[in-house]
């Protein structure tokens, strides 16, 4: 059931400004990472993502980064702007798409 | 990108009756669908894998009986939440890919309220 209390990590930032977003995972043997976006009310949307052959990727003014050593995941966005205000989850699999284990997600809030 | 939706995109129904809900690949052919849960601020959680034309793979503590999965065609999946209970009440978002390797696209959500 629902976890009373429970609140999502947030990060506030000015508009304009660059945005870093942090996820550590859990599985060494995951070999697909993504980031998605959710806004209110909505499903995921795909951002970008990365296999673990790589250690950085971009896209249009977002690059994830990749530390297998450490198993941790990062999402920058550049000029951050307020429709990026949404919910961000970091998600791994195995391989394939087959089975998306999603992350805890950070709420991203951008200040006019 | 490719379009998945949902519908109903919300309902409320009283406690004990069933509700289904439909997943259905709007520009491609589905091999496998996947059901989600979310509750508020939280995570999604995978309840079951879906390939078409066989039975579901249900996520350990899910109940297969509770939510009963029909994935008939490659474009439609449906989830039926059977004598729903206040506690099912929930965001459940299903997700679609073409094939291996594909990229698993999300659909818009179904809320669920049980009265």
Same mark, same amino acid.
């Given at each position: 059931?629902?976890?009373?209390?429970?609140?999502? &990590? #947030?990060?506030?930032?000015?508009?304009?400004?660059?945005?870093?977003?942090?996820?550590?995972?859990?599985?060494?043997?995951?070999?697909?990472?993504?980031?998605?976006?959710?806004?209110?009310?909505?499903? &995921?949307?795909?951002?970008?993502?990365?296999?673990?052959?790589?250690?950085?990727?971009?896209?249009?003014?977002?690059?994830?980064?990749?530390?297998?050593?450490?198993?941790?995941?990062?999402?920058?966005?550049?000029?951050?702007? &307020?429709?990026?205000?949404?919910?961000?989850?970091?998600?791994?699999? &195995?391989?394939?798409?087959?089975?998306?284990?999603?992350? #805890?997600?950070?709420?991203?809030?951008?200040?006019? | 990108?490719?379009?998945?939706?949902?519908?109903?995109?919300?309902?409320?129904?009283?406690?004990?009756?069933?509700?289904?809900?439909?997943?259905? +690949?709007?520009? @491609?052919?589905?091999?496998?669908? @996947?059901?989600?849960?979310?509750?508020?601020?939280?995570?999604?959680?995978?309840?079951?894998? +879906?390939?078409?034309?066989?039975?579901?793979?249900?996520?350990?503590?899910?109940?297969?009986?509770? @939510?009963?999965?029909?994935?008939?065609?490659?474009?439609?999946?449906?989830?039926?939440?059977?004598?729903?209970?206040?506690?099912?009440?929930?965001?459940?978002?299903?997700?679609?890919?073409?094939?291996?390797?594909?990229?698993?696209? @999300?659909?818009?959500?179904?809320?669920?309220?049980?009265?």
């Amino acid at each position: 059931g629902e976890s009373v209390g429970l609140h999502l &990590p #947030t990060l506030s930032v000015q508009e304009g400004d660059n945005s870093i977003i942090n996820c550590a995972y859990s599985n060494s043997a995951s070999d697909y990472f993504i980031w998605y976006k959710q806004e209110s009310g909505k499903g &995921p949307q795909f951002i970008i993502d990365i296999r673990s052959n790589m250690d950085k990727r971009q896209g249009q003014r977002v690059t994830v980064l990749l530390n297998k050593t450490v198993k941790h995941l990062s999402l920058q966005i550049a000029a951050t702007q &307020p429709g990026d205000s949404a919910v961000y989850f970091c998600a791994e699999s &195995p391989g394939g798409y087959q089975k998306v284990t999603f992350g #805890t997600g950070t709420k991203l809030q951008v200040i006019p | 990108g490719a379009v998945v939706s949902q519908h109903p995109s919300w309902v409320i129904c009283k406690s004990g009756t069933s509700v289904k809900i439909e997943c259905r +690949s709007l520009d @491609f052919q589905a091999t496998t669908m @996947f059901w989600y849960r979310q509750f508020p601020k939280q995570s999604l959680m995978l309840m079951a894998t +879906s390939n078409e034309g066989s039975k579901a793979t249900y996520e350990q503590g899910v109940e297969k009986d509770k @939510f009963l999965i029909n994935h008939a065609s490659l474009t439609l999946s449906t989830l039926t939440v059977t004598s729903a209970h206040p506690e099912d009440s929930s965001f459940y978002i299903c997700s679609a890919i073409s094939g291996p390797g594909e990229t698993q696209y @999300f659909g818009p959500g179904t809320r669920l309220l049980v009265l």
